[in-house]
């Protein structure tokens, strides 16, 4: 059974940092390679970053690049995504998937950024 759970989320002040997890299983994680996406509030759904199946290259959304990095840690079928320089318009759910096998999607994390 597939399943993506995102944890990590919280609030945050302007200038702030969070750490968020994607914990993935009922797939071949290793040989996959994975993005973090985010959906504001009234807004669609967008790619935030993109991480290949062996950490050799990522990929960010020009709003998000020099802020956010994003990492993987193959022995735990775990994608992480750093948040630095946290900004109001950060504040949306995040969510993880393997962009080549469109899963279903998890609960998200929520993260407001707010002062």
């Known amino acids: 059974q597939v399943q993506l759970v995102e944890s990590g989320g919280g609030l945050a002040q302007p200038g702030g940092s969070l750490r968020l997890s994607c914990a993935a299983s009922?797939?071949?994680?290793?040989?996959?390679?994975m993005s973090w996406y985010r959906q504001a509030p009234g807004k669609e759904r967008e790619l935030v970053a993109r991480i290949s199946s062996g950490s050799i290259s990522t990929n960010y959304a020009d709003s998000v690049k020099g802020r956010f990095t994003i990492s993987r840690d193959n022995a735990k079928n775990t994608v992480y995504l750093q948040m630095t320089s946290l900004k109001p318009e950060d504040t949306a759910v995040y969510y993880c998937n393997a962009p080549k096998l469109n899963l279903p999607w998890g609960q998200g994390t929520q993260v407001t950024v707010s002062s």
């Open positions: 009922g797939f071949t994680f290793s040989n996959n390679p």
